[in-house]
């Protein structure tokens, strides 16, 4: 009679498995989990995440028992199978959370750019919008002014000038096409 071996020990628990038997989980613990383990830190080659996924897969043989088909495969095939697809599972969500991460620290990162240029550049726009303001006449200035630095509705400019709305209006329209012209700004 021949002594059985592991894979044969496997065979006979894990019916005895998917009826609930505790004690024959345990017999089939200690013949699968070292390659389950062995398999998982194949993959993952950390240890402590071999060891969480050795844990999750002598789990769901537990739950899964009654589901395994012997004509697929012996009991140790089935489980380190699924060893296997759990461990690529872990490193597909590992790689997923650091890219998560990274991305977060990078949306977080303050964007360079040169306080001096900027502050020259203000500088000269203010300066050649103080020249194009010069060329508006004295009623479109004072409007703009008002509507725009003043921050005034264009009724309140009219009220404050002593002038009709659409008369405010045009001086405001006009004045701002000519600083357009002068700007240079095209639509």
């Known amino acids: ?7 044969t020990l496997a065979d006979d628990t ?8 505790q004690d024959a989980f345990t017999a089939l613990y200690d013949a699968l989990a070292p390659a389950v383990h062995g398999t998982a830190l194949a993959v993952l080659r950390d240890p402590d995440h071999a060891a969480e996924v050795t844990q ?3 789990v769901e043989i537990w739950r899964t028992a009654d ?4 004509r697929l495969g012996s009991p140790r095939t089935w489980a380190t199978t699924m060893a296997h697809r759990r461990a690529i599972d872990r490193v597909r969500s590992v790689q997923s ?8 620290l990078d949306r977080d990162r303050p964007i360079d750019y040169d306080h001096v240029s900027e502050q020259v550049e203000g ?5 050649r919008l103080r020249h194009c303001m010069d060329g508006l006449t004295d009623t479109q200035r004072e409007s703009v002014t008002l509507a725009y630095y ?6 309140e400019v009219a009220e404050d000038l002593g002038a009709a709305l659409p008369t405010i ?19």
């Open 14 to 21: 894990l019916d005895r498995v998917a009826a609930g038997d």
């Open 97 to 104: 959370q650091r890219t998560r991460d990274q991305a977060a």
């Open 67 to 70: 589901r395994y088909d012997r």
């Open 56 to 58: 999750e897969v002598m």
């Open 1 to 7: 009679m021949p002594v059985p071996g592991p894979h």
């Open 123 to 127: 500088r000269l726009e203010a300066e």
């Open 150 to 155: 003043g921050g005034l509705s264009y009724r």
């Open 169 to 187: 209006k045009s001086r405001i329209r006009d004045g701002l096409i000519r600083l357009r012209d002068c700007l240079g700004v095209t639509r």
